[in-house]
């Protein structure tokens, strides 16, 4: 694998571990630090009975956790207008909110580039449902948030 292939499949990995922590954060009420040293101490490359851990980008990890809880408010409008009017953002999979939050953050507050967040993060849409719609789900509600955050970069 190339370095820059490598360098790839690290932030994407920290982008998994984000949604994680976001998702995990909002359900049990820990703190930033607390769930940011977890997932660096016990996810980062670790190697469990379910197979093994992917290495993580810890800068890009921090940047998008601390970036969603920070900006959450703002994200969460963002959200919500591109949510069709029936369904705020509480009403949502928990899992699908932390995504959201994250990818929000990247859109709107990091020089990621608008279409690869939406990339990677549909990516991260069907690693937590592999079976599912959410995949489609989660590129429609992206595409309008990063249109309405970010129209000049398309």
Known sequence: MTRQAEKRQ???AARLYAVQALFQMESSGQTVEAVCAEFETHRFGATYEEGEFAE???EHFRAVVAQSVDWQAAIDQL???ALVAKWPI???DP???ALFRAAGAEITQMDTPP???ITEYVDVAKAFFPEGKEAKFVNAVLDHMAHEARPEAF
């Open 10 to 12: 690290m932030k994407s």
């Open 56 to 58: 993580g980008n810890v």
């Open 79 to 81: 959200t919500d207008r």
């Open 90 to 92: 509480d009403r949502i």
């Open 95 to 97: 899992v699908l909110r």
């Open 115 to 117: 279409k690869v967040a």
